[in-house]
């Protein structure tokens, strides 16, 4: 069974940090690109950020370049979203999810992996 598990989301005040993980099981995390979607309106869930299997290759949307920072340790079958500067319109339900094949444009309807998510609430 293929658990993608999420944590590290909470309440923070604008301007906070929080720092979300996924843990992988299940599969052989190593081997997959994988990233952190939340929605996105009108538009279902989208990427914010993806990383190569290595960890070599990194992409992030626009609205987030500067303020997060995405990273894996396959070790550790783990991948992190740092979150810095948290804006209130970053408030959303956070997923991690794994594919054979993922960029930041990639359609979320169909990725083969992805957990239960974990949720961020930024307050003013």
């Given at each position: 069974q293929v658990l993608l598990v999420e944590s590290g989301g909470g309440l923070v005040q604008a301007g906070?940090?929080?720092?979300?993980?996924?843990?992988?099981?299940?599969?052989?995390?190593?081997?997959f690109p994988a990233g952190w979607l939340r929605p996105a309106p009108g538009k279902g869930r989208e990427l914010v950020a993806v990383i190569s299997s290595s960890g070599s290759d990194?992409?992030?949307?626009?609205?987030?370049?500067?303020r997060f920072t995405i990273s894996r340790d396959n070790a550790k079958s783990t991948m992190y979203l740092q979150m810095n500067n948290l804006k209130?319109?970053?408030?959303?339900?956070?997923?991690?999810?794994?594919?054979?094949?993922?960029?930041v444009v990639t359609?979320?309807?169909?990725?083969?992996?992805?957990?239960?998510?974990?949720?961020?609430?930024?307050?003013?």
């Open positions: 906070g940090s929080l720092r979300l993980s996924c843990v992988a099981s299940g599969i052989t995390f190593s081997k990194i992409e992030y949307r626009d609205f987030v370049k500067g209130t319109e970053d408030t959303a339900g956070y997923y991690c999810a794994a594919d054979h094949y993922m960029v359609s979320t309807l169909n990725l083969e992996y992805w957990g239960q998510g974990t949720q961020v609430t930024g307050s003013s």
